[in-house]
């Protein structure tokens, strides 16, 4: 029965209002493109046979999505390995084992623990003991495993693009002569392991006139400097976001793309469950400036669109409105004048904080107006500085020159893609080829790789020994689960070749490093061994977070410069949210995992905001040219609401040529217009169409439901599949959730069963969930989730068993929005197991919608009768394409499989299990046990274990003292689509709002 029936046959009931949401701006127009969505399982051409073309580039995907590696690789390393042969008392083969590690990106490292099963690591999930991890993991952390069998990896030395050794490049090395190293650099990322940063100051000890640059394409070289600027010394700045009522984002994406480890999110989201009425008075307010929409700016609660250019301004306004409060009817000046008496009325819980994109005086002001405000919502720790080490664009832009200018006689690059990532004007690439030993360390054949004369396959992370400092300084042991498949090595043990250490061996040069740094006997009286093992037990180096200082600012020294003139289009340079600064563009998971706020997959586009696609009449796909002197990049435009006017965003990562087979030409290069002296944002810029489309792979309406509002003769009527309300509509009524959906009495044709005993179930907060999309990769992971390639994904064909809904509420200029993951809903009336003619999905006595896949003969009528579009077709012979790919490679295989769930085969249907094969491991564990009952207690599925704002709960619904029954019994518990009677197992509680009363109202 459709919802339109249903509405007509209770014409009595009374309108329930609301706010409309919407996910498109084709939904806003009901196009017949967007009708299709809706009443569709599958649009129009999804059975449509694959041309060799599209074949062909589906079965590259499938070779890096699933992984290709070396069968011979699938071993523990060799300090580690014990010969099965003799028999261990603690192995059980087919046990999965798991270990910790840390993975490091850019400035930040986060504690992670990897499973690994017979020795190839299959999972990684955060590590609860790790301060920046919390127990979570980032999306890009999870999709960090794809790499390690990634078969485009280089798997080499090269000589001058000609295959060489190890042994030669030994030996070459050894034929250097680098004297007192005049014309030696050294070019890295940020060091943030220890072991590198000691080998650093040997190679600078030996070589005294080298120079040793850091260069990081998205950096926090701009909040350093900032807080050089406010205090007068180098300090590491941590918000406490759980300690703060009322937060200021000017710039900062810090619950998406400018805060890479899950600490952000963990703390902002502590303030955003409500569990009694006492929580209703800690629900935080956050409010964001900024000018792309950025997933912080979908979860603010008041977000002011302007140019990055603008937010200095915006600062120094809000500094003096502290004091004077503006007058004005402006929206701008109402915003500021409303911002500063909360803040003010905050007092110590305020919190102001900048973004990356911000220059050091927008930093600084943060620091300054946090001063003034008493706020205790922010602690610092003293930076390390380290002695002669150039870091930042200008140190980049000298060594640049000294390139040039040939000064510069060996370069040594540890890590990074300095050729694809330094800014355009350096022409770094062309400064690299007139270095005559150049140096390459990476895990790619890539652009840098082209240019140097020496290329060396890096190991990746979880196949060598290492360690990383997190921001608040504690360090882990970065552990390998595998041998470097393809014989790479890491920068430590690079290093430890040109300095021609004794230790060559990662796990020589790590441990020794730390035995160094222990007394021999510590104070507790643990060995140095104990020490060590207990660091790889727990993942972090008991004593080694930063201790806190307490700077001052001082103002004199703040100096901002006078307000941008507008001038041209301003074009903002942001990290991608799925290939981060190109290093994952090789990453099938993560191509393909939406954009949390566009939903594009497999590409990046140039925003715009609404009024300027009006004002130019460009849509979607629309071909521009951006040119500012002899800088032009050509790109796809998409229209974002809520962007800032006059202004582009584009992020960066994307239009690699030498990326590898997956991520090689997807998307544009946003690096080819970001220059040194506008690193960020950049004024001046001319755009123009230039009559060319671009096919854009958008999952927006991917998925869409049947609701009333989509039918215009009941418009009036909404029943809002996502809700929310304020937390002041909430005290008034407590039923406000529930109500905004009238749900008729229903009395099913099936007898109904009484669940009893053990029964699944999930309660997903929307309050908490702030669209980070890591459940949507962590259950791709978990679950053998194929990537389909851009072709099928615009076939409507991804295979993502959970998917993220992004919803939109307002204007379309300047519009909310909110995030609602999808799952199946593993219904008790579930109206596809009615459908299926050979009862392949039933349902089990403990609640779950199952699949027996070899039953299953693709009808699809389950998909076609599912409400809430979480089934998904299997077209094509994933699987069985990427065997094909075996035959070509036959030493190759799949080691990513987790080996606990089906790899499932074509012309069958697939969707969320509620991750039994974790149900059936803790029931085996508690008979082997010999516990005497399952109670179901201690089962996460792979989505609530990585989800940073801990807003999925799951478990026995029977059980009043499971999280999951508490929380189906608050009153903003929903069902979605509870009016059809299919009674949803997974239910979500509603998202409770904290708006200021003077800008809701005005
Ligand atoms: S539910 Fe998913 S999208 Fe939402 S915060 Fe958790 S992991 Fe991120």
Redesign the pocket.
């Known amino acids: 029965m459709s919802l339109v029936q249903i509405k007509t046959q209770n014409p009595t009931q009374q309108p329930v209002t609301g706010p409309e949401y919407w996910r498109s701006l084709d939904q806003l127009a009901d196009t017949p493109e967007f009708r299709q969505w809706v009443q569709r399982e599958f649009p129009e051409d999804a059975s449509v046979v694959l041309d060799g073309n599209s074949r062909r580039s589906m079965l590259k995907i499938m070779a890096a999505s699933f992984g290709l590696a070396g069968l011979a690789a699938c071993s523990r390393p060799e300090v580690r390995l014990a010969p099965q042969a003799r028999g261990r008392y603690d192995y059980i083969p087919g046990a999965p084992y798991n270990y910790t590690s840390v993975f490091s990106l850019g400035d930040h490292a986060s504690g992670v623990i990897v499973q690994t099963n017979e020795g190839r690591p299959s999972k990684i999930e955060g590590n609860p003991d790790h301060p920046a991890s919390m127990g979570a993991a980032t999306a890009l952390a999870q999709a960090s495993l794809l790499g390690v069998y990634d078969p485009d990896r280089s798997k080499t030395v090269l000589d001058g693009g000609k295959e060489s050794s190890w042994e030669k490049f030994e030996a070459a090395v050894k034929g250097l002569s680098l004297g007192d190293g005049s014309g030696l650099r050294f070019l890295s990322g940020t060091v943030v392991s220890p072991t590198l940063e000691s080998l650093r100051a040997d190679a600078l000890k030996k070589w005294p006139k080298a120079k040793w640059v850091e260069y990081e394409s998205l950096s926090r070289e701009n909040e350093r400097n900032g807080a050089v600027l406010a205090f007068g010394q180098a300090v590491d700045v941590h918000p406490q976001f759980d300690k703060a009522k009322v937060i200021l984002s000017l710039d900062y994406d810090f619950l998406g793309t400018d805060y890479p480890t899950p600490l952000a999110?963990k703390l902002f989201?502590k303030n955003r469950h409500v569990d009694s009425e006492a929580d209703l008075e800690k629900i935080s307010r956050l409010y964001v400036v900024e000018s792309q929409f950025s997933l912080t700016g979908a979860n603010a609660e008041h977000r002011l669109r302007m140019q990055g250019g603008d937010v200095q301004k915006f600062a120094v306004d809000l500094a003096a409105a502290l004091s004077a409060p503006p007058a004005g009817g402006d929206k701008r000046t109402k915003f500021i004048a409303a911002l500063a008496k909360d803040l003010k009325a905050a007092g110590k819980e305020a919190l102001v904080v900048a973004g990356p994109r911000q220059p050091a005086i927008v930093h600084a002001l943060a620091h300054q107006i946090n001063q003034t405000l008493g706020a205790g919502t922010v602690t610092y720790t003293k930076a390390s500085t380290t002695d002669r080490v150039d870091s930042g664009v200008d140190a980049i832009k000298t060594l640049t020159g000294e390139m040039t200018g040939g000064q510069v006689a060996t370069l040594i690059i540890l890590g990074g893609n300095p050729a694809y990532t330094a800014p355009a004007d350096l022409q770094f690439g062309a400064a690299l080829a007139k270095v005559a030993n150049s140096i390459h360390l990476g895990a790619y054949d890539d652009e840098t790789a082209a240019a140097a004369k020496w290329h060396l396959p890096e190991a990746h992370y979880l196949e060598t020994w290492g360690d990383a400092r997190s921001i608040d300084g504690v360090v882990a042991i970065q552990q390998p689960m595998i041998e470097p498949i393809f014989g790479g090595k890491s920068a430590i043990e690079v290093m430890a070749v040109l300095l021609d250490s004794k230790d060559r061996k990662g796990y020589d040069l790590v441990k020794n490093y730390w035995a160094s740094q222990w007394p021999a006997t510590s104070k507790d009286n643990v060995s140095r061994d104990n020490a060590w093992k207990k660091a790889l037990n727990d993942g972090v180096l008991a004593g080694t977070k930063a201790a806190e200082i307490k700077p001052t600012v001082d103002g004199k020294r703040l100096h901002p410069s006078p307000a941008v003139v507008a001038n041209g289009i301003e074009v903002g340079f942001v990290p991608s949210a799925t290939t981060w600064d190109g290093r994952f563009a090789n990453n099938a998971w993560m191509q393909e995992a939406p954009d949390p706020i566009t939903k594009l997959v497999w590409t990046n586009v140039a925003l715009i905001s609404p009024a300027m696609g009006r004002e130019k009449g460009w849509k979607d796909g629309d071909m521009v040219a951006l040119t500012r002197g002899n800088l032009k990049l050509e790109a796809a435009v998409m229209v974002q609401p809520g962007h800032a006017d006059n202004a582009v965003t584009i992020a960066l990562g994307y239009g690699r040529p030498r990326a590898g087979t997956v991520g090689a030409n997807v998307g544009y290069n946003a690096g080819l217009i970001r220059t040194s002296d506008n690193f960020w944002f950049s004024q001046g810029f001319a755009i123009a169409a230039t009559g060319d489309k671009a096919i854009l792979a958008n999952t927006q309406e991917h998925g869409s439901m049947e609701e009333p509002q989509l039918v215009a003769s009941i418009k009036p009527r909404y029943r809002p599949l996502v809700r929310e309300t304020t937390i002041e509509e909430y005290k008034k009524n407590s039923k406000a959730i529930e109500e905004m959906s009238e749900v008729p009495e229903l009395d099913s044709v099936y007898p109904q069963l009484k669940w009893e005993g053990l029964q699944w179930g999930m309660a997903?907060d929307l309050g908490?969930?702030?669209?980070?999309?890591?459940?949507?990769v962590?259950c791709q992971a978990e679950n053998n989730v194929p990537s389909v390639g851009k072709d099928q994904v615009l076939r409507g064909r991804e295979m993502h068993w959970l998917r993220?809904d992004r919803y939109y509420v307002g204007s379309v200029d300047d519009p909310r929005a909110v995030?609602q993951?999808i799952p199946c809903m593993q219904c008790e009336n579930a109206p596809c197991e009615n459908v299926c003619p050979v009862q392949a999905t039933t349902h089990s006595p403990e609640g779950l919608n199952d699949m027996a896949y070899n039953r299953c003969v693709g009808t699809r009528y389950c998909a076609n009768n599912c409400p809430f579009k979480v089934r998904h077709f299997n077209f094509l012979d994933w699987h069985k394409n990427f065997l094909e790919r075996r035959r070509i490679e036959p030493e190759l295989m799949s080691m990513v499989y987790n080996p606990d769930v089906t790899v499932r085969m074509r012309g069958i249907m697939e969707k969320c299990t509620y991750c039994v094969q974790r149900i059936q491991e803790a029931r085996i564990a508690t008979k082997t046990d010999n516990r005497r009952e399952f109670t179901g207690e201690g089962v996460v599925t792979a989505?609530q274990q990585?989800?940073?704002?801990d807003?999925?709960a799951f478990g026995n619904i029977n059980d009043p003292r499971s999280k999951v029954a508490q929380l189906k019994k608050q009153e903003r518990n929903y069902a979605m689509l509870a009016e059809l009677d299919v009674r949803p197992r997974t239910t979500y509680l509603g998202r409770l709002r904290n708006p200021n009363p003077e800008l809701e109202a005005s």
């Open positions: 999110t989201s997903i908490a969930c702030t669209g980070c999309n890591a459940c949507v962590a993220m995030e993951p989505c990585t989800c940073p704002a807003a999925i």
